[in-house]
């Protein structure tokens, strides 16, 4: 039973490490498939679901690791949960920082600190487990529950009464006021075209929802053991959850770079519809034959998605000829010939079989990073 759970755990979790490289490493941005791209603003794609799916499944292993910190002293559990906290925001934010030195005119010089960025990927994961971690271990989970929901509707309250103008457009929302004022333009996100954060402090409150709700369909799956009610109640809550997401989403748009609360139920649901899909073919349908690709990257998730990132970052910080990184030279030379759209698919592709080959020969070592 325990077996077969967790893996399910590491397929659900191996899928999203897998598409996150994918969708995170394109040949080239401009000539990317359409469903393998963010919605720009408003709406959703399939790309949109990554994030929050991992999340999902942070809060998902949380509900196995949870009963074993009964028989430890608070303060023990406490110290745990921060030193994780910590360590993944500061990978985290050390991984923005790399390779440390930038090039101008030519030279290699040290990238000021007040240029590099505070929040993103990682550092949400670290907030959100952190928070939802000590919320479920002081509070229980019905009232952990109550906090994630009132949560959602305060979020939707905040950016009505302090954004301005529209208050659900990128430049004048309350998450890019706070973040700006807090952290200044120089530590935030420029990928927009604005110093605009997606993973900015605000929207933070929502992302633990994700998290909690992770955890309350691990408990809810190990509580009703493998049977068809199990499934049923499972994919009916996940219906359920995309109709009050497609119900608010009139009132407060689907938005995942504000990760808005319609956008979290809508992930919940889709998650719960998944893991229930994972879990019916791998223990019910016993079809095993495909999972070993996934699991060997959920079995190492920090420590490959930290290699595609950095990996990726030292193909742009090196050249082949002047102005020219060896990432764009690789997909121009090679990976173009095959078309630009399918060429820049099959250069991430590439990525994530590199990032996969080293998880295997972790795996077949019996290596596993963990913090």
């Given at each position: 039973?325990?077996?077969?759970?967790?893996?399910?755990?590491?397929?659900?979790?191996?899928?999203?490490?897998?598409?996150?490289?994918?969708?995170?490493?394109?040949?080239?941005?401009?000539?990317?498939?359409?469903?393998?791209?963010?919605?720009?603003?408003?709406?959703?794609?399939?790309?949109?679901?990554?994030?929050?799916?991992?999340?999902?499944?942070?809060?998902?292993?949380?509900?196995?690791?949870?009963?074993?910190?009964?028989?430890?002293?608070?303060?023990?559990?406490?110290?745990?949960?921060?030193?994780?906290?910590?360590?993944?925001?500061?990978?985290?934010?050390?991984?923005?920082?790399?390779?440390?030195?930038?090039?101008?005119?030519?030279?290699?010089?040290?990238?000021?600190?007040?240029?590099?960025?505070?929040?993103?990927?990682?550092?949400?994961?670290?907030?959100?487990?952190?928070?939802?971690?000590?919320?479920?271990?002081?509070?229980?989970?019905?009232?952990?529950?109550?906090?994630?929901?009132?949560?959602?509707?305060?979020?939707?309250?905040?950016?009505?009464?302090?954004?301005?103008?529209?208050?659900?457009?990128?430049?004048?929302?309350?998450?890019?006021?706070?973040?700006?004022?807090?952290?200044?333009?120089?530590?935030?996100?420029?990928?927009?075209?604005?110093?605009?954060?997606?993973?900015?402090?605000?929207?933070?409150m929502t992302a633990v929802s994700n998290v909690v709700a992770g955890f309350v369909v691990g408990s809810f799956i190990q509580k009703?053991?493998?049977?068809?009610?199990?499934?049923?109640?499972?994919?009916?809550?996940?219906?359920?959850?995309?109709?009050?997401?497609?119900?608010?989403?009139?009132?407060?748009?689907?938005?995942?770079?504000?990760w808005t609360s319609s956008f979290v139920l809508l992930t919940i649901g889709l998650d719960c519809i998944i893991i229930a899909s994972?879990?019916?073919?791998?223990?019910?349908?016993?079809?095993?034959?495909?999972?070993?690709?996934?699991?060997?990257?959920?079995?190492?998730?920090?420590?490959?998605?930290?290699l595609s990132e950095l990996g990726v970052t030292l193909l742009y910080v090196f050249s082949v000829h002047p102005k020219v990184s060896?990432?764009?030279?690789?997909?121009?030379?090679?990976?173009?010939?095959?078309?630009?759209?399918?060429?820049?698919?099959?250069?991430?592709?590439?990525?994530?079989?590199?990032?996969?080959?080293?998880?295997?020969?972790?795996?077949?070592?019996?290596?596993?990073?963990?913090?």
């Open positions: 039973m325990a077996t077969q759970r967790f893996t399910a755990l590491d397929v659900f979790r191996g899928m999203t490490i897998c598409f996150m490289i994918i969708v995170n490493t394109p040949g080239n941005g401009i000539t990317t498939y359409s469903p393998l791209q963010h919605a720009h603003w408003h709406g959703f794609t399939p790309t949109d679901l990554v994030f929050p799916s991992f999340l999902f499944a942070v809060g998902n292993a949380l509900s196995f690791v949870m009963p074993k910190w009964n028989n430890l002293p608070a303060p023990t559990v406490v110290w745990k949960i921060l030193k994780r906290t910590l360590i993944i925001f500061l990978l985290g934010f050390l991984m923005y920082w790399f390779p440390f030195v930038k090039q101008v005119a030519g030279q290699f010089i040290f990238a000021p600190f007040n240029q590099t960025r505070v929040f993103g990927v990682l550092q949400r994961i670290a907030l959100c487990y952190g928070i939802a971690a000590l919320l479920l271990y002081f509070l229980k989970p019905k009232l952990t529950i109550l906090i994630s929901i009132g949560l959602l509707f305060l979020y939707w309250i905040i950016l009505l009464i302090f954004g301005q103008n529209d208050p659900f457009s990128m430049e004048s929302n309350a998450g890019i006021l706070l973040d700006k004022w807090l952290l200044g333009e120089g530590h935030m996100y420029h990928g927009e075209g604005i110093a605009f954060d997606p993973e900015g402090l605000l929207s933070t009703q053991g493998k049977t068809y009610e199990m499934l049923t109640k499972l994919l009916l809550a996940g219906a359920g959850l995309l109709v009050i997401a497609w119900s608010w989403n009139y009132f407060f748009p689907i938005n995942k770079k504000l994972v879990i019916y073919t791998i223990d019910f349908l016993h079809k095993t034959k495909w999972t070993y690709f996934f699991e060997v990257f959920g079995r190492n998730p920090l420590f490959i998605y930290l060896v990432y764009k030279w690789l997909y121009e030379t090679i990976y173009i010939n095959a078309g630009a759209y399918f060429g820049s698919l099959l250069f991430a592709v590439s990525v994530m079989l590199l990032c996969w080959l080293t998880g295997y020969w972790m795996d077949k070592k019996k290596i596993y990073v963990r913090v």
